[in-house]
């Protein structure tokens, strides 16, 4: 829906390079986040996973 | 290292537990009596209607904002509060804050309560609250921010986990969308008007409209899920890995998904493909969320059985993983043009509300409470029925939902073979009341379940006593830490939360301002349509009135370009004819029939139609459902305001004359006697001075100016 506007949108200068920069950015960025978190060691990813249980009131008994 | 001793406030959290379990109560009653509503439409006692106040379109905006802002408001905050201070091993930074941050939360939301049904409001949906508020409400979220950003800072947890990360990115980007979407010019203590006109009000608002949804019914409840799913189910996060992808991308992308659903098409062909590519990859992330979940039950499925509390949480992430698959699918432009203005967006959206943020808020609440009254739940048995009883609501609400939006859609574009359209827009509406009052049997059950909830809670309550001040131990950070070798950049940035807060905010701005810098550019390259005028002074008090009563929410402004709506609806909408529309009022839910022609071609009916209409709808359209609107035969006109309402347009940019101010009235008398004397042909006497003469006036011009002269100039 909505294409009466794509005949507006179209006249913007170089509209096109927005979508493109967009979808460069967030691959880069996805790249970059992938080898980040194959590289984490697993000790490390377990200490951190357990940081919500670490505490006294693991014990208690769930209703 | 010496251990400290301190004590979590769990005041603060029974508190905003409360209030979250008294304002979902009201909003989703609100809700009730509104389905209701188009059941039983007349005014009451007949029907459910009691004009003006708890009219269909002065409360439908109270359901929403009390459930969203209210109900799902407090439950971010109860769960925030609890958790934040265990995974940080302090209090909360400043008793003070949390105390204004409350007691400020809830007067924003009795102030939304008492506004809306007096027709206060600024007619974009989800945003309706009126300047004051908004300015409330940004003080009162830098409160909420300070007091987080201080408790993470005095923390005595070197890493920040998962669910502090959704809690930043969800203060961050709430901030910025409502500055943005709250662009208002106010004319008096009360009014305002949108500072966008038009095309580029629309982006605005569904590029709020949408991340309301991802960052205040999602990425919020996204870090009460991290939190609260292992601790019911006494096990870590499935994997911590994925919710690190999970979270940017999550981030990254759904700041996109608003304008751009109105955007992408109005691209060129590769451009709309490469939108849709977009769309469809936030169903990764949404999906990484939903399988971290539900995997992190892999190997205690039997306890799913036994724990009430995991059953809600399984149902609420199922529900979140369908809405999710659900979204990027209604955002493909074939599916849309079968699904926009239909229940089916209904039904999606409550898969979101009933599903996931209401049956995950049973679960913290039924988790929380015990806990901080140290005591064991009431009744495990009620809490199972409340349950089932949600569960089933929820289908009694959706299946109905979503068959009557496929119906809807299809008897909208049926032809005849003769080349007619095979059912009037009336008949459509008849044929929906079945489902609109099984829609209604789902949502008692969901209310009874809710009743059952508080009675359970009571009982709990009545037999613990609160730990206002619970004691714990932990040792204090290191003060000067030695980062390990070869550390990475993600854990270093997990230590540090205002580094994170930035990171966050430039993920969230890229793909913002890669949205808005379009949309603001669209507005030189909108086509002037000569003949498109600015409203006259009674059009423009007319068109407050619209606003004012809601009339978007069940009547669209937005004739799209299919032959079914053309045919029905005359010429399709361009986007010249909206640019002295502030706000924009194309709606997102067709109840009614699309008003954007109603004043010319074959819909244009006589102002006697119209004033008859308004008094009693279905004395014009036997089985209307539309409420009456006989009060604006008898309320006069409030002009006070008119010379500021036309000094605040032409600051705006509308182009009125120089001085127009001191000339409005006097226009507005004439045309409102040219109305009235109008109507004495019809049989009808009414003074030129009431709101109804307003409205009529408004309603005539609608579609008229691209009647007059459809050619359209482009001012570049």
Request: hydrophobic share 45%.
């Amino acid at each position: 829906m909505f294409t009466f506007i794509k005949q507006y949108a179209e006249r913007i200068d170089g509209v096109h390079i927005y979508a493109f920069i967009s979808l460069f950015i967030f691959f880069a960025f996805f790249v970059v986040l992938l080898v980040v978190v194959k590289k984490m060691g697993k000790e490390r990813v377990e200490e951190l996973s357990n940081i919500p249980l670490d505490q006294e009131e693991l014990n208690q008994s769930n209703i | 290292m010496q251990v400290e001793k301190f004590y979590y406030d769990n005041k603060i959290v029974r508190n905003f537990a409360y209030a979250t379990i008294l304002w979902g109560a009201v909003g989703m009653l609100v809700g009730l009596w509104i389905a209701l509503q188009l059941v039983f439409p007349g005014p009451f006692p007949h029907g459910l209607n009691l004009a003006p106040w708890f009219n269909f379109g002065r409360l439908r905006p109270l359901h929403t904002n009390a459930v969203i802002f209210a109900f799902v408001g407090n439950g971010i905050f109860m769960g925030v509060y609890y958790s934040l201070q265990r995974l940080c091993k302090t209090r909360m930074f400043s008793d003070k804050l949390s105390y204004i941050h409350f007691w400020g939360w809830q007067l924003i939301i009795v102030a939304a309560a008492v506004t809306l049904p007096l027709g206060l409001t600024t007619g974009g949906e989800y945003a309706e609250l009126i300047w004051p508020i908004d300015v409330a409400i940004t003080v009162i979220w830098v409160v909420f921010g300070w007091n987080m950003f201080g408790t993470i800072i005095k923390r005595r947890e070197k890493h920040l986990y998962v669910a502090i990360w959704f809690y930043i990115a969800t203060f961050v980007t709430v901030a910025v969308l409502h500055i943005v979407r709250s662009g208002e010019l106010p004319y008096t203590w009360l009014k305002s008007y949108s500072l966008y006109a038009g095309v580029q009000d629309a982006l605005v608002q569904w590029w709020y409209g949408h991340n309301a949804v991802a960052f205040f019914l999602t990425t919020p409840y996204l870090g009460l899920m991290y939190y609260f799913l292992p601790k019911a189910a006494n096990r870590p996060i499935y994997s911590y890995r994925l919710s690190i992808i999970h979270f940017w991308a999550l981030i990254f992308l759904y700041i996109w998904a608003g304008p751009h659903h109105l955007l992408y098409t109005a691209l060129p062909n590769w451009a709309q493909a490469l939108g849709t590519v977009f769309s469809l990859m936030l169903i990764f992330p949404s999906w990484g969320g939903m399988i971290n979940g539900l995997l992190t039950l892999r190997g205690a499925w039997d306890r799913v059985r036994d724990d009430v509390i995991l059953k809600f949480m399984v149902v609420a992430v199922t529900a979140y993983g369908m809405a999710t698959f659900e979204g990027p699918m209604l955002s493909l432009k074939s599916v849309s043009a079968i699904s926009h203005y239909t229940d089916w967006i209904i039904a999606h959206v409550h898969i979101g509300a009933l599903g996931w943020n209401g049956m995950l808020t049973f679960g913290v609440l039924y988790w929380i409470i015990p806990r901080i009254y140290k005591t064991d739940l009431y009744s495990k048995k009620l809490a199972n029925v409340h349950f089932w009883l949600a569960t089933l609501g929820i289908l009694f609400y959706a299946i109905p939902m979503y068959w009557a939006g496929f119906q809807e859609s299809s008897m909208w574009k049926q032809f005849t073979e003769a080349g007619q359209l095979k059912y009037t827009f009336l008949e459509t509406v008849t044929y929906m009341k079945p489902f609109y009052a099984m829609r209604s049997f789902g949502g008692t059950l969901y209310l009874a379940g809710m009743v059952i909830l508080v009675y359970n809670l009571y009982k709990t309550v009545k037999a613990g006593k609160l730990v206002a001040n619970e004691a714990a131990e932990a040792a204090p950070l290191e003060k000067v830490f030695v980062a390990p070798k070869h550390e990475h950049w993600h854990r270093v940035i997990e230590r540090k939360p205002v580094q994170f807060m930035v990171l966050s905010l430039v993920v969230i701005l890229i793909g913002g301002l890669i949205e808005l810098v379009p949309t603001f550019l669209i507005k030189s390259n909108v086509p002037t349509i000569s003949s498109v005028k600015p409203y006259t002074p009674l059009e423009l008090e007319g068109r407050d009135i619209y606003v004012r009563e809601g009339c978007y929410l069940c009547h669209s402004q937005m004739i799209r370009p299919f032959r079914s709506e053309t045919e029905r609806y005359g010429e399709y909408s361009k986007a010249g004819e909206f640019v002295y529309d502030h706000p924009f009022q194309w709606g997102s839910k067709r109840i009614g029939p699309d008003l954007a022609r109603e004043g010319s071609g074959n819909l244009k009916k006589s102002d006697g139609w119209h004033f008859r209409h308004f008094r009693e709808p279905s004395s014009m359209s036997e089985g209307s459902i539309m409420p009456s609107y006989d009060f604006m035969l008898l309320n006069d006109l409030d002009t006070s305001d008119l010379s500021a309402k036309i000094h605040a347009m032409i600051l705006l940019g509308v182009p009125y004359p120089a001085n127009y101010e001191k000339d409005a009235m006097a226009d507005l008398n004439i045309q409102a006697k040219e109305i009235s004397d109008n109507l004495v042909g019809d049989s009808i006497r009414v003074s030129p001075r009431k709101e109804v003469i307003a409205l009529i006036a408004y309603i005539q011009r609608l579609g008229t100016d691209i009647a007059k002269n459809p050619t359209a100039t482009f001012n570049k």
